[in-house]
């Protein structure tokens, strides 16, 4: 089988890391796997959302697979930072592939180190309610490199973020709650047809609008409050003559000047 499976429905890509002996870490060839599976779904027309999520109970991912990337690591010399800047990791969607299409995390068991960014890197994470996070990477001397503390620190803030990334020690899916690290919690059972409720709340909108949206927030983070409000402003508007969108508000308003009249 492929260690990552990829399958269209209708408008959804679900993308699954399929290693659950390896507790779906990710090696060499599932980074290039997943590299084919985010260049489809950010390039095909036909979807509009993801669904990412692993195989098997015990891991959602378990980061890197050390065993393929840490001779690359300790032998890369003083630029291997330089020369990682352009790749990313778990296919580049980490740092390189960008996309204005949502992407809901489903995470089952155990989610760590490099899965931790993974998550992070999707737009919406949904967790098992007995999922635990482990931020182990920092007993081996390492923190996070592929957007793990900034998107923790846009996520969660700069207090979680000192605690979860310095301490180096996992935490519950009720923790993860509490510092908004994941959206929602369900019963196991119930994970993957709540994120995929979710996802048709989502694709019932207009996709101009929804990639308009997901791109302004990503935006705006960080950024000095003029400057989040003329890109909100700018984004916003820039979309208001999209056909979809102009029928949307005709039929709007055509359905509340007939309740005035009634």
Known sequence: MPKVLYDKRGEIAYITLNRPDKRNAIDTETDDLLREAWTSFRDDPEVRLAILTGTGDKAFCAGADLATH????????????????????AGGITREIRTNKPIIAALNGWVIGGGIELALACDIRVAADDVSFGFFHMQRG???????????????GVGIAMELELMGEPISARRALECHLVNRLVPR?????TVEDMAAKILRHPRTAVES??????????????????????????????????????????????????
């Not at 890369?76 to 790749?87: F, M, S, V, Y």
């Not at 390492?142 to 969660?156: E, P």
């Not at 059972?189 to 047809?193: F, G, P, Q, W």
């Not at 402003?233 to 000047?257: G, H, T, W």
């Open 142 to 156: 390492m923190h996070f490199g592929d957007g793990g503390i900034v998107r923790l620190v846009n996520t969660c």
């Open 189 to 193: 059972a119930d994970l993957m047809a």
């Open 70 to 89: 840490v001779d690359g690591w300790l032998e890369g010399g003083p630029d291997l930072g330089r020369r990682a800047l352009g790749h990313g990791f």
């Open 213 to 262: 949206a997901k791109e302004t927030i990503l935006d705006v983070a960080g950024r000095p409050l003029d400057d989040q409000l003329r890109i909100e402003c700018l984004n916003s508007y820039s979309i208001m003559a999209d056909p979809e969108i102009v029928e949307r508000k005709e039929a709007f308003l055509e359905r509340r000047e007939g309740v005035g009249r009634g």
